[in-house]
Structure formats: structure tokens, C-alpha cells
């Protein structure tokens, strides 16, 4: 089974701290994708990832960064966590199409920036 | 604009009765569409999707879901609802034109409330 794994299930942090939310996946994908969760908003898609070192801009990057040094491992960096960026942020992988074409999640980080 | 909208927030149901939680989409072309289930805190665990073929999908736990193209509608259906069914519900759209990027387009989410 694909598993996606990420770096904390929980996490609280100092408005103005840079924050490092880490996913691994461990089925060689080369897709990979970080959304933010809100009630009522559903999934949002910040950045994603279709290969080593490259980055594409999803619908919502103000605030963020990414960064893809290997192709297991996708991070989300938020360069300095403010209030609004309080939210539940999923990790997603997947192969590229054709193919399977759904994506695999990880369990979640809720992050919290007080 | 390419979507996905999911008009319940929330479905209630009777334990033992059928339920249905709606999608439809808005693409150009044929969509790729999928279903996902979320538990509490725990991320999206896959249900179905509808590529091409059958219109109607068999998925995991029982879930199935109708393909109606002249609706652009592809609801979630399980004939007799369990409590532990219960969850948050997402309908997505492959994104057209993203190549092998394969990207997402999700709905808003719908609850699923099962009731003994």
C-alpha cells in the first residue's frame, strides 16, 4: 500500500516563526501536493510538485514555500506563520497520468499559530 | 471555470436507510471524478472514481456512485447506511489540461451524519 507519511499530527506555533511541515511518500511518485483544509472550503491546493527541485504555484502560495530535494520528501515551509495560516494542511502524492490518477494522502497536520 | 460543487454542508440519514450525497462537476471533455472520506482528524482516504466506462462505479465499504453526463452529476449512493459511515464526504475533478500533473479540483465537502 502507498503510504504517505507526515512530520507532526500536531503542531502549535509563535505568530512569526518559520514553520517546517515535512511529508514522505514511499511509492516513488512523482506528483506531489499541499493543500490547506477549512470548514467550509473545502481543499485548496498551495503548491505542488511533478519532479525533483521543481515547484509549481497552486491556488493559494501567499505565505508559502516549498521545497523538493529528493523525490520522497515534499516540504511546507511558511517563512513567517501568521494567525490566518491556523488550518489543517494535507500532504497528497500521486503518479503522473496516464495511470492511477488518484492521489494518496497523508494523515494531516493541524497547525496552529497563536 | 472548471468546479466542482457539493450543495449539502450536511446529510442526515437513518441507520439501515439508503443515502446519497450529491456532486456535479463543471469541466470541458470527458472528467475524471473521484470520491474521498475523511474520518475525524485523519486525512483523505479514497473511495471511487469514474475514469470511463460503466456509469456506475463500485468503490470501497460498500459506496457506489452514479456517472450521469447530461446532468453533470456523479453522487455518492450506498444502499444501507451504518453509523460508522459517518464523516466528512469530498467529490473531485480531475483538473483538464494539467497534463501529468494529474491535479485536483475539490468540492467544499459534505457531512454524513448516520443516526441509529
Known amino acids: 500500500d502507498v503510504k504517505v507519511t507526515q512530520s507532526s499530527r500536531y503542531l502549535v506555533k509563535r505568530t512569526g516563526e518559520k514553520v517546517f511541515l515535512e511529508c514522505v511518500q514511499d511509492m516513488d511518485h512523482e506528483n506531489m501536493f499541499w493543500y490547506r483544509q477549512d470548514p467550509g472550503l473545502g481543499l485548496r491546493l498551495i503548491y505542488f510538485?511533478?519532479?525533483?527541485?521543481?515547484?509549481e504555484k497552486g491556488d493559494i502560495p501567499e505565505g508559502y514555500s516549498v521545497s523538493r530535494e529528493k523525490k520522497e520528501r515534499f516540504s511546507l515551509i511558511l517563512e513567517s506563520a501568521s494567525t490566518n495560516q491556523t488550518s489543517m494542511y494535507l500532504c497528497?502524492?500521486?503518479?503522473?497520468?496516464?495511470?492511477?490518477?488518484?492521489?494518496?494522502f497523508g494523515p494531516g497536520t493541524r497547525l496552529t499559530v497563536l | 471555470a472548471q468546479s466542482v460543487a457539493q450543495p449539502e454542508d450536511q446529510v442526515n440519514v437513518a441507520e439501515g436507510n439508503p443515502l446519497t450525497v450529491k456532486c456535479t462537476y463543471s469541466v470541458s471533455g470527458n472528467p475524471y471524478l473521484f470520491w474521498y472520506v475523511q474520518y475525524p482528524n485523519r486525512g483523505l482516504q479514497f473511495l471511487l472514481k469514474?475514469?470511463?466506462?460503466?456509469?456506475l462505479v463500485k468503490g470501497s465499504y460498500g459506496f457506489e456512485a452514479e456517472f450521469n453526463k447530461s446532468q453533470t452529476s456523479f453522487h455518492l449512493k450506498k444502499p444501507s447506511a451504518l453509523v460508522s459511515d459517518s464523516a466528512l464526504y469530498f467529490c473531485a475533478v480531475r483538473e483538464q489540461g494539467s497534463g501529468g500533473y494529474n491535479k485536483l479540483i475539490f468540492g467544499a465537502g459534505t457531512r454524513l451524519a448516520v443516526h441509529p
Open positions: 469514474y475514469i470511463t466506462g460503466d456509469n
Open positions: 497528497a502524492s500521486s503518479p503522473p497520468t496516464p495511470g492511477n490518477n488518484e492521489q494518496f
Open positions: 510538485s511533478y519532479d525533483v527541485k521543481m515547484k
